[in-house]
Nanobody, 116 residues
Framework: QVQLVESGGGLVQAGGSLRLSCAAS????????MGWYRQAPGKQRELVAAITRGSSTNYADSVKGRFIISRDNAKNTLYLQMNSLKADDTAVYYC??????????WGQGTQVTVSS
C-alpha cells in the first residue's frame, strides 16, 4: 500500500522560507511523476509544481522563480523549497504520486501559513 507522508509545514512570516518533504513508501510499478498541490480555504486544489520520472519540472506561474521541486530517488522523497513566501501561498499542501500504472496517490496534507 502506497503511503505519502508530508512534513515541513508551519507558520512563517512573509518573505521567509519553508521546505516541505514527502516520504513515499509501498510503491508498486515505479513512479511516473510526483507533485505538490495546494488548496486554500474556499478555493479549488491547484498544481504548484511537478517533476516527472525523467526529472522534467513544471511550476504554476504564481510560484515560478520562488519555489523549487526536487526528488531524492534513493530515499523516495520529494521536496518543495519555498522561498519569498507570500500571504497568498497560505494553503494546505498535498503531495501526489502517479505510479507506473497511472494510478494517483495523495498524502494527508500539511498546513502552510504565511503571515503578512
Amino acid at each position: 500500500q502506497v503511503q505519502l507522508v508530508e512534513s515541513g509545514g508551519g507558520l512563517v512570516q512573509a518573505g521567509g522560507s519553508l521546505r516541505l518533504s514527502c516520504a513515499a513508501s509501498g510503491i508498486i510499478f515505479g513512479i511516473n511523476a510526483m507533485g505538490w498541490y495546494r488548496q486554500a480555504p474556499g478555493k479549488q486544489r491547484e498544481l504548484v509544481a511537478a517533476i516527472t520520472r525523467g526529472s522534467s519540472t513544471n511550476y504554476a506561474d504564481s510560484v515560478k522563480g520562488r519555489f523549487i521541486i526536487s526528488r531524492d530517488n534513493a530515499k523516495n522523497t520529494l521536496y518543495l523549497q519555498m522561498n519569498s513566501l507570500k500571504a497568498d501561498d497560505t494553503a494546505v499542501y498535498y503531495c501526489s504520486l502517479t505510479n507506473g500504472a497511472n494510478k494517483d496517490y495523495w498524502g494527508q496534507g500539511t498546513q502552510v501559513t504565511v503571515s503578512s
